[in-house]
């Protein structure tokens, strides 16, 4: 390194210090609530707060998490699920309720520091099968007349969360992205529309997915890092799939004239476990990376200003669907209990820190009996469903942590999984009498035997969740359509 490119070289750090002395302006993350044993709302405000989240994302405007947000300094998006579309935006009146009893009751009775209205989620993913397609647009504009009349337009800013299948790319390169023709003049509408009241876009970005599908994606690309063969776009470099995607984004709206819409990511991540791809080291890298990048405030080549950007997820979510894959439940930074999964440096000298005050179940678990032998290899292999369809076995499959187990701690793994997910109730671990109780813990590193968290002795928390199974919450199943073979 000459002098004079190591001066530049100081510089830029020195800059970049700065930068992240400024105080990493927002952190954001996605809060989803679809775990048979929720964290009270308490203590996942506390883990935001220790570790520098400012921003936090709903799925719903779920009561409990609503009310331990008020006065804690995080600002709050709340979603609205695809299947309340419908209602809102056939009546004006029921946006109108929606917004007093989910919106403004929060802001007012418990300084709950709302600044967004997600609408919908992914509403035009390719699975839906266009049924949100006439909903959400009318949606869109009674949920704003609503905040608009509850006095709420300036302070509570509109955003419908998109997949990135909604845009794709003729040249294969960034700079030719388009929306998809058949929901153009939709986009153009509901675009319009949002920049006229202050909103702005949210657009979900799975680079996991990206690799996870396509054997030939190039791994490095994935990871912010394919300097080795990045994508030449003109006069602008590409060395990572994020901002490749973002930037195809961009295009598409500067196509329709909208190059200045503000742009929020909605949801990005790496899960841990589930697939091949999913792992510890995969995710620290992914992760890291990224939140340099937010801490250092880096944009896109073709969008210097940093967009806001949610990581998905907070904790790991055990009741989420498997359809897309068994890493959906592993996409936390978190585990579910709120504890640490891998280090993290979250910027401003602050290393990621656990959740304080969980309770657990009693220190044992449920495993095979030694001695029930193979008599009945089909009651045994029904046994192990049943555990599966009630437990949650997404990390025994290939790939996984606890794919190298042999079948007999294969059975324990299943017989203990449902025993937790149960409350360790004593029928819950019977199995025919093919299942004892045990006080030795009989994890496998790295497959780990959980104990579930006590939820009856955690911290009052009055709220009540729901959840549903079939509630599909960053859930993307369809690929950033265009970009992976613009791949290299
Ligand atoms: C408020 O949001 C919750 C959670 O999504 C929903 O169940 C409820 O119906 C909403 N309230 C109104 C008045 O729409
Ligand atoms: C990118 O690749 C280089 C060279 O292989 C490596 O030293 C660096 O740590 C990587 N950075 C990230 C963010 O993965
Ligand atoms: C372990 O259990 C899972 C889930 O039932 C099953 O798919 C897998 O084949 C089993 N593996 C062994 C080694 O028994
Ligand atoms: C486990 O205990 C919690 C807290 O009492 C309760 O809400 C939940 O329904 C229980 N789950 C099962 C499967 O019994």
Not at 327 to 344: M, N, V
Not at 347 to 360: E, S
Not at 384 to 392: H, K, L, R, V
Request: aromatic share 10%.
């Amino acid at each position: 390194m000459g002098q004079i490119s190591s001066f530049l070289f100081v510089f830029l750090c020195l800059l970049g210090h700065e930068g992240l002395a400024k105080g990493v302006s927002g952190l954001a993350v996605n809060w989803g609530l679809q775990s048979t044993h929720p964290l009270p709302p308490d203590i996942l405000v506390r883990l935001l707060k220790d570790n520098g989240f400012n921003k936090v994302k709903l799925f719903e405007a779920d009561p409990g998490a609503l009310r331990a947000l008020g006065r804690s300094g995080i600002q709050v998006m709340v979603g609205i699920p695809n299947d309340m579309l419908a209602s809102l935006a056939s009546a004006v009146g029921n946006a109108e309720a929606w917004v007093q009893q989910n919106v403004s009751n929060y802001i007012s009775n418990h300084g709950t520091d709302i600044r967004a209205v997600a609408i919908g989620n992914e509403p035009f993913l390719k699975d839906y099968k266009d049924q949100f397609v006439k909903t959400i647009f009318p949606a869109l504009e009674n949920i704003q007349a609503a905040l608009i009349k509850a006095g709420l337009g300036k302070q509570v800013k509109a955003t419908i969360p998109l997949n990135a299948d909604v845009y794709g790319t003729d040249s294969g390169l960034p700079s030719g992205g388009y929306f998809r023709p058949e929901l153009q003049n939709l986009m153009i509408n509901i675009i319009k529309f949002l920049q006229d009241n202050g909103g702005f876009l949210t657009i979900n970005i799975y680079p996991f997915l990206s690799l996870q599908a396509d054997p030939n994606f190039p791994k490095e690309y994935a990871f912010f890092n394919n300097t080795a063969s990045p994508l030449v776009d003109g006069s602008v470099v590409y060395t990572n799939v994020y901002d490749a995607n973002f930037d195809t984004l961009i295009s598409a709206l500067e196509k329709i004239g909208f190059g200045r819409m503000p742009v929020v990511i909605g949801e990005v991540g790496w899960p841990t476990d589930g697939d091949a791809s999913a792992n510890i080291d995969n995710a620290k890298r992914f992760t890291q990376a990224l939140l340099d990048r937010v801490i250092q405030g880096q944009g896109s080549p073709r969008r210097r200003t940093p967009p806001d950007v949610y990581i998905f997820s907070l904790v790991d979510e055990d009741h989420k669907s498997t359809l897309p894959g068994n890493f959906e439940r592993h996409w936390g930074i978190f585990k579910y209990d709120g504890s640490i999964k891998y280090p993290l440096d979250m910027g401003n000298g602050r290393t990621i820190v656990p959740a304080k005050g969980v309770k657990y179940l009693a220190k044992q678990w449920c495993v095979m009996s030694p001695s029930a032998g193979v008599s009945d290899p089909n009651t045994l292999a029904q046994s192990i469903t049943y555990a599966c369809e009630n437990g949650d076995c997404t990390s025994l499959g290939y790939g996984s942590s606890c794919s190298n187990l042999d079948a007999q701690s294969n059975a324990s793994y299943a017989f203990n999984t449902y025993f937790q997910t149960m409350n360790q109730s004593k029928g819950a671990c019977s199995f025919n009498n093919l299942a004892v109780i045990t006080t030795v813990d009989p994890s496998k590193p790295p497959c780990r035997f959980e104990i579930m968290i006590d939820t009856r002795k955690q911290k009052a928390s009055p709220s009540v969740y729901r959840s549903s199974a079939s509630k599909i919450e960053g859930v993307v199943t369809a690929l950033i359509l265009g970009i992976v073979g613009l791949i290299i």
